[in-house]
């Protein structure tokens, strides 16, 4: 007798109520159920089920063994599923939430190749930069930029992200450059509404002081409109690398501090705890890690400009 095999007619049994409808879902005859069900409390030397003409019920030894043996077949068809996962095509739709200027930048060129790669999956992107409830919302994977706080949820790590300090050069000729990170206080600054609160370096303590000020702000919820702002010259701006990399590179910003600058964040992927993670899931996530490099590569740009002016 195969021990998995009973094991699997003893829990449908159990969550199907009788020996008939368990052997209607697992397409087998009602003598052949029971007579797996039957070895298996011989082989345990102990029962398992209460039978009656009208219905079955557990047993006290009967509940603690359904109960191990349910999480025994979810963890083998979980890896079954995984391993099978490789030599299947994914299908279904993959729906993903991810940050606006991200995705803008740089999601584009990577979900036409993960297309390219799993043409039945189709891909349901939603920008947004707000922090979505990814199971009562219905996503799949949700891209988040940030220091994740613990939750329920895994995140995977995709991207270092460095934030820089910068500013157009007809601006800090202007106004001066800054030497420490108090000069900050005398500059125009340009705020990122959804801006981390709890950075600890002295950059981002001096930005929350700056900040507290009420006069001639510029605040705005989308970044590439602040290094845009930047670029025109309407003040310093503290922005991801992914978002200023290409006007760092052609000169129309500089770096500022760069001895001050924060500690990297990250760019993540996140999706729900599930004891079985559906394929187009996993392969999207396999697909993605490693994808920009490492460093990313708008920062290889900034290097590669960097390494040419010294």
């Not at 049994?13 to 070895?39: C, D, H, I, R």
């Not at 988040?144 to 500013?167: D, E, F, Q, T, V």
């Not at 507290?212 to 025109?232: P, R, T």
């Not at 500022?256 to 924060?262: D, G, M, T």
Request: hydrophobic share 40%; glycine share 6%; charged share 20%.
């Amino acid at each position: 007798m195969d021990r998995i095999d009973a094991m699997r007619a003893f829990v449908s049994v159990v969550t199907e109520g009788s020996f008939s409808n368990a052997a209607t879902v697992m397409q087998l005859s009602p003598q052949l159920v029971s007579k797996y069900v039957s070895k298996l409390e011989e082989r345990l030397d102990v029962r398992l089920l209460h039978r009656t003409t009208r219905k079955v019920s557990l047993t006290e030894a009967g509940t603690h063994y359904f109960q191990h043996a349910q999480q025994i077949l979810l963890s083998i068809d979980e890896m079954d599923s995984q391993l099978g996962g490789l030599q299947q095509n994914p299908k279904g739709t993959l729906r993903i939430s991810a940050p606006v200027s991200f995705a803008l930048k740089h999601l584009s060129k990577l979900l036409a190749e993960f297309q390219l790669q799993y043409p039945q999956v189709n891909v349901d992107l939603q920008l947004n930069d707000r922090k979505v409830d990814i199971v009562d919302e219905g996503y799949d994977i949700a891209l988040r930029i940030g220091r994740l706080k613990s939750s329920s949820l895994i995140a995977k790590p995709i991207a270092p992200i460095r934030l820089m300090l910068c500013a157009a050069p007809a601006y800090l000729k202007r106004h001066g450059v800054p030497r420490r990170p108090e000069d900050i206080q005398h500059h125009r600054y340009l705020h990122y509404s959804y801006m981390e609160k709890e950075g600890k370096d002295e950059i981002s303590q001096c930005i929350r002081a700056k900040n507290s000020e009420s006069s001639g702000q510029f605040h705005c919820n989308n970044g590439d409109v602040l290094v845009g702002a930047a670029i025109a010259g309407a003040g310093i701006v503290l922005q991801p690398t992914f978002i200023a990399s290409e006007a760092i590179s052609r000169g129309e910003l500089v770096e500022i501090l760069p001895e001050f600058a924060p500690e990297p964040i990250g760019l993540y992927a996140v999706y729900a705890n599930r004891k079985l993670l559906p394929n187009k899931v996993r392969c999207f996530i396999d697909f993605i890690d490693g994808y920009y490099g490492s460093p990313p590569y708008w920062d290889q740009a900034i290097m590669s400009t960097q390494a040419q002016m010294s």
